[in-house]
Antibody, heavy 115, light 107 residues
Framework: QVQLKESGPGLVQPSQTLSLTCTVS????????VHWVRQPPGKGLEWMGL???????DYNSALKPRLSISRDTSKSQVFLTMNSLQTEDTGIYYC?????????WGQGVMVTVSS | DIQMTQSPSFLSATVGDRVTINCKAS??????LNWYQQKLGEAPKRLIY???SLQTGIPSRFSGSGSGTDYTLTISSLQPEDVATYFC?????????FGAGTKLELK
């Protein structure tokens, strides 16, 4: 069945770089777009960016200067890298499969930016 | 970006009640509107896609309607297991945007 699972460090120091991995199963990254979405504590969901099935990427304009999304199709993995982290980047990060909007979500990974 | 205004933010209802949650888009989203349920500590679950299509496995007490800029999620008879936060997602055009959520509790 379709699954997405995020992994990465739970704690990142301010100004450092966040690296997250989304490992998918049950579908091919060359057939579906995968998006990253985050949710700060007590706040709403924010779209971060996506990698298209063809490999191109699009980013939230507010995050674009410090965000990168890539993938390794052989490993069924999508990567998110975001630099210059600040406390306001604290939140739950989700990777989602896009099929008529998000049909499957990862479980989410909590990232705390703190020294 | 398309803004999604969801109401109410909080809802308290009794088992068996008919419950409605609304989302209003800042422009026509051509029925590309999904509804999700998120229980505490869990990933969101899609209930409805493209305004009124019921996701496989979701109880029929959940339904969606709307067009243009105005959309509604209806729970026909509230059950205890429906306690959750509900939010909408527009996927008509990028960037996808979300409603702020409705926290549904039992009275």
């Amino acid at each position: 069945q379709v699954q997405l699972k995020e992994s990465g460090p739970g704690l990142v120091q301010p100004s450092q770089t966040l690296s997250l991995t989304c490992t998918v199963s049950g579908f091919s990254l060359t057939s579906y777009n995968v998006h990253w979405v985050r949710q700060p504590p007590g706040k709403g969901l924010e779209w971060m960016g996506l990698i298209w099935s063809g490999g191109n990427t699009d980013y939230n304009s507010a995050l674009k200067p410090r965000l990168s999304i890539s993938r390794d199709t052989s490993k069924s993995q999508v990567f998110l890298t975001m630099n210059s982290l600040q406390t306001e980047d604290t939140g739950i990060y989700y990777c989602n499969r896009n099929y008529y909007g998000y049909d499957y979500w990862g479980q989410g990974v909590m990232v705390t930016v703190s020294s | 970006d398309i803004q999604m205004t969801q109401s109410p933010s909080f809802l308290s209802a009794t088992v068996g009640d008919r419950v409605t949650i609304n989302c209003k888009a800042s422009q026509n989203i051509n029925k590309y509107l999904n509804w999700y349920q998120q229980k505490l500590g869990e990933a969101p679950k899609r209930l409805i896609y493209n305004t009124n299509s019921l996701q496989t496995g979701i109880p029929s007490r959940f339904s969606g309607s709307g067009s243009g800029t105005d959309y509604t999620l209806t729970i026909s008879s509230l059950q205890p297991e429906d306690v959750a936060t509900y939010f909408c997602l527009q996927h008509n055009s990028g960037p996808y945007t979300f409603g702020a959520g409705t926290k549904l509790e039992l009275k």
